[in-house]
């Protein structure tokens, strides 16, 4: 016996600790939440944490009791949110409380019969900075019971915990976010911060359409009151999906889809999901009483496409829609390779491609369809299910964390184009879209100063890039002008330090830049602080340190936009090589910070009445000595109107003469102009691309983007010495003061796609018409630039002779182009690179009077790949515009522009 005793005690002595560390959850760890007069409030968000995470949640009942049932022995914070109780209407005027308890099975609070820990009471006190909320129909009346949130817009200052103020708990300082819903009296009340907060309704029975407000805080103790209008629904729209035969389309067991419709102004919106095995679901919206309310109605699930469909809708009405799927029967390939052209697998990153619409004032005829593949298949390639015929922007994004400071390491790839453009076609299905990575060799390890010299952490940086070789060549290859899809871009986000550092390819030169939240204001007032002003960097292998530091605007100049009709958005920059800041200018107007040293500056207002664009062109800007405020007006002017693109495919061995959306400018192409083994479709319209304006480049009229694509649905470029004719109409009461129709020039995308540059062309005054000789293709419209602003232009016809030759020297390649009346000479840089090896080289030439052609002797090396930008000079050292002009040597000495 007592043998078996000890065996006994043996054993127990290991069980014990282990039945402790398999402890069990108490039946209930309670807290009762009460308000500042003592009163047991009911709905109030409790949490209980640990270590800055929420192991647990609970709601308080009618007694003011949270009760948690997943808590073992231990100790936590019990967290009273009143700001985000989401069932309660006057929870969230309350702050924040927090208590640490350490739950044990012993003590004076715990229960042993009910196996219950009881933390004791919370009391609340009301915020002393309230925002008072009342909610309203059209017709003036009370708005219960509808969700409502609000969050503090961080562009403001003291967004995001920068403000301060009073307030109870951690809530004036911490709070930045509520939610909550309206008693009877449509009223809601909320402890905020100052700053500015954007509120918005939800109603989640459909009763009353969502509405949207934003209101300013001010600093100081108070209520601040602010009342909102949310639409009763007094009608129904019934959305039904069917296939392209008219016949309904269920939605499959497992499968979300659901049906939004919203009016032109997007005042009002409404949406539904679309039950399972359903395939129509009714919205409740509100119907016009004076005249019907016009609404667009989208269908969405996971890879489905659909045109939208409109509908009128007038008070009372019960009205219909039928959207119509369409089949995704086509293949885009997305596949990865070196700069050397080998294949890239292993990769953590997506393939997507998406349709935009067209033309935002008319939705119905836009396509919305989106593809994504996450996992590549056994080849590397990344498929994606899309429409035939439509145009995709198909993009590869490598997954990162853009956290912490740093965004990879040295052999890391990183894209060299993210962006290209598809064209389906059934016939060339599968269409295959090849992206470049790039091999880092080199990091930009930047520090990010505040304008008072701290640490600006959780700072966006980003390099940039569009000069290499390589990317001229993928350029070429690719056969686009947006600056988003061509160019080494990499970034991160900066660390407590205001560090970051990002993997980059050495040999080539980087813009460096950063950008402060507190830099940005998107509601007319001037910002406090301005971005620092980017660098210029050239890359060498290895590490590469940069500072940049933000500073504290000491001028502010408001700007009034004027223009023929009421403009539906106007946005306004102003920049100079020190400093670029942005402002919305909407509302009428806009206040922009800058430096009173920093000029000569440039503005630039872009803006649109429905599909009509208008623009102020580039206005010179110098700031008056002695001021710290000035104001400054700038006309804006008929910028030509959206063109939805248009395709046509024909057999390329056969002459056609297209005629442009415009229905007047032409494009003629002769017979063999491009190569193709079958058809080749032409896609041509208005390019609404962020391709930058300079002082000699702004387009009059509409800028429109040409492509063709084979049969195999490449992109693809005239053949060798091959061109067409594109011709372009104007109205001469479109020309800006000052420009004669005998002085119009025109523009191109420039060759590296981030930008446009004069271009020669012939103007034809009696028919209004302007003719290129095209040998590549770009983006083409007319200039309006030099007459507005004066000063010089780029140079045009910037070519390089095929052969060596130049005064009789067989080693050297000469380079021409048009010369620039006022320069005194011109500036040439560059670089030639072969494989990893790359040089630079610089050169100024001078202007050669009574001649009309600037000339430049390179010497040249076989099997290098040339670079090569010029610059006009005059006699102030006043630089021009910039031409680049990109070609590689064959082993055989011709060079081949790419």
């Given at each position: 016996m007592r043998f078996k005793h000890k065996i006994l005690s043996f054993v127990g002595a290991f069980l014990l600790p282990l039945s402790t560390a398999l402890s069990v959850p108490l039946d209930a760890v309670q807290v009762r939440v009460l308000d500042e007069n003592s009163q047991a409030m009911e709905g109030v968000s409790v949490e209980a944490r640990q270590n800055d995470m929420t192991l647990d949640w609970s709601e308080s009942n009618s007694l003011g009791f949270a009760n948690f049932f997943t808590l073992e022995e231990g100790?936590?914070?019990?967290?009273?949110?009143?700001?985000?109780?989401?069932?309660?209407?006057?929870?969230?005027?309350?702050?924040?409380?927090?208590?640490?308890?350490?739950?044990?099975?012993?003590?004076?609070?715990?229960?042993?019969?009910?196996?219950?820990?009881?933390?004791?009471?919370?009391?609340?006190?009301?915020?002393?900075?309230?925002?008072?909320?009342?909610?309203?129909?059209?017709?003036?009346?009370?708005?219960?019971?509808?969700?409502?949130?609000?969050?503090?817009?961080?562009?403001?200052?003291?967004?995001?915990?920068?403000?301060?103020?009073?307030?109870?708990?951690?809530?004036?300082?911490?709070?930045?976010?509520?939610?909550?819903?309206?008693?009877?009296?449509?009223?809601?009340?909320?402890?905020?911060?100052?700053?500015?907060?954007?509120?918005?309704?939800?109603?989640?029975?459909?009763?009353?359409?969502?509405?949207?407000?934003?209101?300013?805080?001010?600093?100081?103790?108070?209520?601040?009151?602010?009342?909102?209008?949310?639409?009763?629904?007094?009608?129904?729209?019934?959305?039904?999906?069917?296939?392209?035969?008219?016949?309904?389309?269920?939605?499959?067991?497992?499968?979300?889809?659901?049906?939004?419709?919203?009016?032109e102004n997007y005042t009002s919106w409404f949406f539904s999901d679309i039950q399972t095995g359903q395939s129509s679901a009714t919205i409740n919206v509100v119907g016009g009483t004076n005249a019907p309310i016009t609404y667009t109605c989208d269908f969405y699930s996971d890879g489905a496409g659909a045109a939208p469909a409109q509908v009128e809708v007038s008070s009372g009405d019960d009205a219909t829609a039928t959207i119509t799927l369409l089949s995704t029967d086509c293949r885009i390939h997305v596949s990865l390779q070196d700069g050397e052209g080998n294949t890239v697998t292993g990769l953590d990153g997506s393939a997507d491609a998406f349709t935009v619409p067209e033309d935002f004032n008319n939705p119905q005829s836009s396509i919305f369809h989106y593809a994504g593949s996450y996992q590549p298949n056994e080849d590397g390639v990344y498929v994606l299910e899309v429409i035939c015929g439509i145009t995709y922007d198909v993009s590869?994004?490598?997954?990162?964390?853009?956290?912490?400071?740093?965004?990879?390491?040295?052999?890391?790839?990183?894209?060299?184009?993210?962006?290209?453009?598809?064209?389906?076609?059934?016939?060339?299905?599968?269409?295959?879209?090849?992206?470049?990575?790039?091999?880092?060799?080199?990091?930009?390890?930047?520090?990010?100063?505040d304008e008072s010299g701290d640490p600006a952490a959780n700072t966006w940086v980003d390099v940039f890039s569009d000069s290499s070789p390589n990317i001229a060549a993928i350029t070429k290859k690719v056969g686009r002008v947006n600056s988003e899809e061509v160019g080494i871009f990499a970034g991160g986000v900066t660390n407590q330090n205001g560090e970051v550092a990002i993997p980059i390819v050495s040999g080539i030169p980087y813009l460096v830049s950063a950008w402060l939240d507190s830099a940005f204001s998107f509601d007319g007032s001037a910002p406090t602080v301005l971005n620092p002003q980017p660098q210029q960097v050239t890359a060498l292998a290895g590490e590469n340190a940069v500072t940049l530091q933000a500073v504290e605007p000491d001028f502010t100049l408001t700007i009034t936009p004027n223009a023929p009709e009421s403009l539906d958005w106007v946005f306004c920059a102003v920049f100079s090589n020190a400093v670029n800041s942005f402002a919305d200018a909407s509302g009428g107007s806009a206040t922009i910070g800058l430096l009173s040293t920093g000029g000569p500056y440039t503005i630039f207002c872009d803006g649109a009445a429905g599909p009509t664009f208008y623009s102020s062109g580039p206005v010179?800007?110098?700031?008056?000595?002695?001021?710290?405020?000035?104001?400054?007006?700038?006309?804006?002017?008929?910028?030509?109107?959206?063109?939805?693109?248009?395709?046509?495919?024909?057999?390329?061995?056969?002459?056609?003469?297209?005629?442009?959306?415009?229905?007047?400018?032409?494009?003629?192409?002769?017979?063999?102009?491009?190569?193709?083994?079958?058809?080749?479709?032409?896609?041509?319209?208005?390019?609404?691309?962020?391709?930058?304006?300079?002082?000699?480049?702004?387009?009059?009229?509409?800028?429109?983007?040409?492509?063709?694509?084979?049969?195999?649905?490449?992109?693809?470029?005239?053949?060798?010495?091959?061109?067409?004719?594109?011709?372009?109409?104007?109205?001469?009461?479109?020309?800006?003061?000052?420009?004669?129709?005998?002085?119009?020039?025109?523009?191109?995308?420039?060759?590296?796609?981030?930008?446009?540059?004069?271009?020669?062309?012939?103007?034809?005054?009696?028919?209004?018409?302007?003719?290129?000789?095209?040998?590549?293709?770009?983006?083409?419209?007319?200039?309006?630039?030099?007459?507005?602003?004066?000063?010089?232009?780029?140079?045009?016809?910037?070519?390089?002779?095929?052969?060596?030759?130049?005064?009789?020297?067989?080693?050297?390649?000469?380079?021409?182009?048009?010369?620039?009346?006022?320069?005194?000479?011109?500036?040439?840089?560059?670089?030639?690179?072969?494989?990893?090896?790359?040089?630079?080289?610089?050169?100024?030439?001078?202007?050669?009077?009574?001649?009309?052609?600037?000339?430049?002797?390179?010497?040249?090396?076989?099997?290098?790949?040339?670079?090569?930008?010029?610059?006009?000079?005059?006699?102030?050292?006043?630089?021009?515009?910039?031409?680049?002009?990109?070609?590689?040597?064959?082993?055989?000495?011709?060079?081949?522009?790419?």
């Open positions: 100790t936590y914070d019990i967290v009273v949110v009143p700001s985000q109780s989401y069932n309660c209407s006057d929870c969230a005027a309350y702050g924040e409380e927090e208590v640490e308890v350490t739950v044990e099975r012993s003590g004076g609070n715990y229960t042993g019969g009910t196996d219950t820990y009881d933390v004791g009471d919370i009391q609340l006190s009301l915020g002393d900075m309230l925002l008072d909320i009342t909610v309203e129909d059209q017709n003036g009346q009370p708005a219960p019971n509808l969700y409502i949130s609000g969050f503090l817009i961080p562009d403001f200052p003291g967004g995001f915990g920068g403000g301060e103020g009073g307030g109870s708990g951690a809530l004036a300082a911490d709070v930045e976010y509520f939610s909550g819903t309206t008693d009877n009296s449509g009223t809601f009340r909320a402890a905020v911060q100052p700053g500015r907060w954007g509120l918005s309704t939800y109603s989640q029975d459909g009763s009353y359409g969502d509405s949207y407000e934003e209101v300013e805080v001010p600093e100081g103790n108070g209520t601040t009151d602010v009342t909102m209008t949310a639409n009763a629904t007094d009608s129904t729209i019934t959305v039904t999906i069917q296939d392209e035969n008219g016949t309904a389309v269920p939605v499959e067991s497992g499968s979300y889809a659901s049906v939004s419709c919203y009016d590869f994004f490598q997954f990162q964390d853009f956290g912490g400071g740093d965004t990879g390491a040295v052999g890391d790839y990183i894209n060299a184009n993210f962006f290209q453009s598809v064209t389906t076609s059934e016939g060339a299905s599968p269409q295959t879209v090849t992206f470049t990575l790039l091999q880092a060799d080199a990091t930009m390890n930047v520090t990010v100063l010179a800007y110098t700031v008056p000595d002695g001021q710290e405020t000035a104001s400054t007006s700038v006309d804006m002017t008929e910028g030509g109107s959206y063109f939805e693109p248009e395709s046509v495919t024909f057999d390329p061995s056969s002459a056609q003469t297209l005629t442009l959306p415009d229905d007047c400018s032409t494009m003629t192409i002769p017979a063999n102009t491009f190569t193709s083994n079958g058809n080749i479709t032409v896609t041509y319209g208005t390019n609404t691309d962020a391709v930058p304006f300079s002082d000699s480049a702004t387009p009059l009229g509409s800028l429109f983007d040409i492509k063709v694509v084979n049969s195999q649905g490449e992109l693809i470029q005239p053949a060798e010495g091959k061109t067409f004719t594109l011709t372009l109409c104007y109205d001469e009461e479109d020309l800006p003061e000052g420009l004669e129709e005998d002085q119009i020039t025109c523009i191109e995308s420039n060759e590296q796609g981030n930008g446009l540059s004069a271009a020669s062309c012939d103007v034809d005054t009696e028919n209004n018409t302007v003719t290129f000789q095209v040998d590549h293709l770009s983006d083409f419209g007319i200039n309006r630039a030099e007459s507005v602003v004066g000063g010089l232009g780029a140079v045009g016809n910037f070519k390089v002779k095929k052969k060596n030759g130049c005064k009789k020297s067989t080693n050297k390649r000469k380079l021409t182009f048009n010369q620039v009346d006022g320069a005194s000479s011109y500036q040439i840089t560059g670089t030639r690179t072969k494989k990893s090896k790359t040089k630079q080289f610089s050169k100024t030439v001078n202007h050669k009077n009574g001649k009309s052609k600037g000339v430049y002797c390179l010497k040249t090396k076989n099997k290098w790949t040339y670079s090569v930008t010029v610059r006009p000079v005059d006699d102030n050292d006043t630089t021009g515009a910039a031409s680049t002009v990109l070609f590689k040597v064959k082993k055989n000495g011709k060079a081949k522009t790419l």
